[in-house]
């Protein structure tokens, strides 16, 4: 009965691993996410910018 309570443990221990490494593909896509938009829509948010510096 020890042995089955230590294995059980254990697999409870892998779940919190298990969740860290999900949040961090989470992490990853929204990062790749963010980039591919920054590269598509950077000479416009960059224009932007410089037309409301300029109106102040």
Known sequence: MALLNRFLSALRSDEE???????????ALIAIVA????????NQVSQILSNVGNSV
């Open 17 to 27: 691993g298990q969740g860290l490494a999900e949040y961090a593909l989470i992490l």
């Open 35 to 42: 980039i591919i938009a920054l590269i598509f829509l950077g």
